[in-house]
């Protein structure tokens, strides 16, 4: 019994260390299913997920990804929701392998970074008035502020390219029906145009009937005359 005893807190205490961090297993679970994971759809980053930032090597990575399996894995951890929680992170590791989803956060890094420098920087000042403890402008705070502002810059950038797409495809909507009304329109008037030719032709043979009777009449009234006078 003691040396079960023994065991079990030495197994305790490697979970907790282990856990660091990352928190507990209840806590990572709440963690990754309080928010939607679909980077297709701009939702969440591969490296929140992770807690990891897009500059950390792929080896920091993969030990985080390690960490974060040993205490959420669906065999060893029965909580609940911890087989989705688990596999999400799966998703988010994989995702850090995809050189395409790396360079739209490299792309976004540099202006987090400066981005949240600058907000704790005026957050600072504050604080300094009220007489705060500064934040730190470095360490796990400063760089999950970090991933935080990537993870909402890439989400705009997503809406911002969906949005252009929208304009683009609403105007390519208007040009194709201003396209097909004018070519209506065209049609119409080449209609009404040969019903015109067509009618105009009506009317000279019917004008040409017209002075032909009325010259044939002229010409029975000449004879006509002529007859009378003879007379």
Known sequence: SSFMNEVTNIKSNKMKKIEGN???????????????????????????????????????????????????????????????????????????????????????????????????????KARAKKGEDPLDMEGNDFDQDVLRECDRLTTVTVESAEHRNSVLEANMKRQEESFKQQKMMKREENAEKKKFEKNRDKRAAGWQSF??????????????VGKVGAA
């Open 22 to 124: 990352a928190g507990t297993p209840e806590e990572i679970i709440e963690r990754i299913m309080s928010s939607k994971y679909d980077p297709k759809q701009g939702f969440g980053s591969a490296y929140q997920v992770l807690r990891v930032s897009p500059e950390a090597s792929e080896s920091e990575i993969t030990k985080a990804y390690r960490k974060l399996s040993v205490l959420i894995h669906p065999d060893k951890c029965k909580l609940e929701q911890a087989s989705d929680a688990f596999q999400v992170v799966v998703q988010a590791y994989n995702d850090t392998k995809d050189p395409n989803y790396n360079d739209k956060f490299r792309d976004v890094i540099g202006m987090a970074k400066e981005n949240v420098k600058k907000a704790r920087e005026q957050e600072n």
């Open 211 to 224: 002075i032909q009777n009325v010259e044939s009449k002229k010409f029975k009234t000449s004879c006509i």
